[in-house]
């Protein structure tokens, strides 16, 4: 894509981004063909929102998902600072369509995570660039009408669906001696549990997911840089919310957190 294409994606994307609304799909002129045009989109719509990111998340982390919206592989988006809530915050609805709540484990970095030499980086490699650990709540949303057959290229151009999150305070148990990937976690819906799940289904292990994720981006000229917070995907099947809703995401000895819906 060049300069003119990119910029006229990010103005069919900008105000449905501000104003959670949806577009069809971009225009054939100005559409993303590729994961790296995508991309090319998906920076150049960051700093037209001129808000600061705060991190990443990970899209389509679990096979079903993956076949749920048509793409490859995991997609990987944008989160703003804007959009970071705290536990117990009310999350407003407007505009979201998908209208359901994912929990999910979030990576803080500690140091930038930068290649070295020409070998992709091992989970043993990223992980000690890692600073905390916390629980979460993803409610994404999509910029497109029928997100499941935008493709991937559009989608990651429009953050790969991200819009609020609810992130949990640092887990303070010694989480790196506990195996993730069988580590269990349950979502309740106003009192009743909705949906259970494990770290497994995130890519078969969230670690697996930040290190997917630290390659991702040195393949398409980024990074994750110090203080970023990665959320990396549900460990459980989507729970459905309405206005009105309030759900709990409990992880067990790693503590618990909350949101409500408006």
């Avoid at 919206?69 to 407003?92: E, F, K, M, Y």
């Avoid at 991200?162 to 949990?168: E, I, K, N, T, Y």
Wanted: one cysteine or more; a negative charge; aromatic letters at 6%.
């Amino acid at each position: 894509m060049d300069s003119k294409q990119t910029d006229q994606a990010v103005a069919a994307l900008l105000p449905a981004f501000r104003d959670h609304g949806r577009l069809v799909a971009l225009d054939p002129s100005c559409r993303p063909a590729n994961r790296a045009e995508g991309y090319e989109v998906q920076a150049a719509l960051l700093e037209a929102i001129g808000e600061p990111g705060i991190g990443w998340k990970i899209a389509a982390t679990s096979a079903a998902g993956q076949k749920h919206i048509g793409v490859s592989g995991p997609l990987a988006g944008r989160l703003l600072q804007s959009r970071c809530l705290p536990d117990g915050a009310t999350v407003s609805l407007i505009g979201n369509f998908m209208a359901v709540a994912e929990a999910e484990f979030a990576f803080r970095i500690g140091r930038d995570i930068k290649r070295v030499g020409h070998a992709r980086l091992s989970v043993a490699d990223v992980m000690q660039s890692v600073e905390a650990l916390h629980v979460a709540i993803e409610v994404p949303a999509s910029r497109f009408e029928d997100f499941a057959t935008a493709g991937e290229a559009q989608l990651i151009s429009e953050f790969a669906c991200a819009c609020f999150f609810v992130l949990g305070k640092e887990v303070t148990t010694n989480w790196r001696n506990v195996d993730l990937k069988d580590h269990q976690v349950k979502m309740l819906s106003n009192g009743k549990t909705a949906a259970l799940g494990q770290g497994a289904n995130v890519l078969g292990d969230p670690r697996l997911a930040l290190t997917w994720l630290a390659n991702e981006l040195l393949e398409h000229d980024n990074y994750l840089q110090a203080g970023d917070v990665v959320m990396t995907g549900t460990c459980l099947v989507p729970v459905p919310v309405k206005v009105g809703d309030e759900v709990t995401a409990d992880f067990g000895s790693f503590g618990s957190l909350s949101a409500k819906f408006s």
